[in-house]
């Protein structure tokens, strides 16, 4: 197959055909016999924030690495590092800025310290979901932003990866008002963690290995993580029983693969579309593995294990979202480049909100009657 049919095919894969779409009979391991002698091989390593083949996050970013090495026909092999395996989780930007890895796979407010605007780039409390963030990024100008948020530390972005809208949270106490997120200890970061600060809470950043043991032995009092296919595989359930909703710190958080500029530049023009499209086509593919996961792990916390599944009080939803908003624009009066994207995001979002309630929220109220 030509390299151009590669692409093609590749940019429309779903979760699973992605490489065996790519390999079209001739496998990576007979590669070698099928290329010429003037084309080079490189050998990438990627780093993650994710424990090693978690489900979900760490197996798409094993999933990103296949499709790469398939779709290259074997010139490109990507070696996959979790979470502390070569550096720490938090660590995944510097060692792709610095060349330590070509690659990495993380979410992007995990560099709010780096670059304010990062977080808009996997997502904001309140903001757009998944469906809408991948219109954002690639017809609404996000990427563009994305690109210029990263290029002084040397970093090209790629989305590569979404888990659809989140849960808000385990809680080990109820939330009957908003008097209850005084004092709470909460693991969740991003703007989402500054939400909770303003509103009385403690925000604690923690690694996905680390938030068991801490909600566990009561050094947190909650913690958010993905949604119910992540939390059932981390066993959340066993320290803390109130599961709320709806996400509203990560509706549709976008999942990146950090790629070295210098790495990449090095590249062939045909090798470079290979890392691009692949990254597109495990987007879309962990998406669609959330949203095909996510309903029978609740069934399991809720039937199985008698999670008392919550929904959080429309009166402490308002507080943060008021600070929400409160929060962003002040960020914004102090960064222009913050100023610029989220002038994008809110244009953005006003336009697609329209028709998100005349398209999918109708059609959803009319199947539910």
């Known amino acids: 197959m030509k390299r151009r049919q590669f692409i093609s095919t590749a940019a429309v894969a779903a979760a699973g055909a992605t490489t065996a779409a790519c390999s079209s009979g001739e496998s990576a391991k007979g590669a070698s016999a099928a290329r010429g002698p003037q084309e080079a091989e490189f050998r990438w390593k990627m780093v993650t924030t994710w424990p090693p083949n978690f489900p979900g996050l760490g197996s798409g970013a094993n999933e990103l690495a296949k499709t790469i090495e398939a779709c290259s026909n074997g010139r490109i092999r990507v070696k996959v590092y979790g979470a502390g395996e070569l550096v720490p989780p ?71 990866g979404n888990s659809g809208v989140q849960m808000a949270g385990w809680f080990k106490k109820e939330i009957a008002s908003v008097a209850d997120l005084k004092g709470l200890k909460m693991r969740i970061p991003g703007l989402g963690g500054e939400v909770l600060a303003r509103a009385g809470g403690t925000p604690v950043t923690l690694a996905a ?8 032995t009561g050094n947190i009092d909650a913690a958010e993580f993905v949604g119910p296919y992540n939390d059932l595989a981390f066993g959340l359930y066993k320290a803390a029983k109130f599961y709320y909703y709806p996400g509203w710190q990560e509706p549709g958080t976008v999942l990146e693969c950090l790629i070295n500029q210098k790495a990449f530049e090095a590249l062939p023009p045909d090798l470079q579309q290979v890392v691009l499209t692949a990254c597109r086509a495990v987007n879309d593919s962990m998406l669609a593995e959330y949203n095909g996961r996510s309903f029978g792990a609740l069934g399991q916390l809720v039937d199985v294990h008698k999670v008392q599944l919550k ?24 960064d222009p480049l913050f100023r610029r994207t989220l002038d994008s995001y809110t244009k953005f979002e006003a336009g697609v909100a329209r028709w998100t309630r005349i398209g999918e929220q109708a059609y959803l109220e009319a199947r539910a009657l």
Not at 124 to 134: D, K, S, V
Not at 315 to 320: F, I
């Open 90 to 160: 938090f660590e995944v930007f510097d060692a792709v800025s610095r060349g330590t890895a070509e690659l990495g796979h993380a979410g992007a407010y995990y560099w709010k310290g780096k670059a304010e605007t990062a977080s808009f780039f996997s997502s904001i409390p309140f903001g757009l979901n998944g469906a809408e963030m991948n219109a954002w990024l690639w017809h609404g100008g996000g990427m563009e932003l994305w690109r210029e948020t990263y290029a002084p530390f040397g970093v090209l972005p790629m989305p590569a």
């Open 209 to 216: 290995g680390d938030i068991f043991t801490a909600l566990e």
């Open 311 to 334: 929904r959080l009080p429309d009166d402490v939803l308002k507080l943060l979202r008021q600070l929400s908003r409160e929060i962003v624009e002040e960020k914004a009066k102090a």
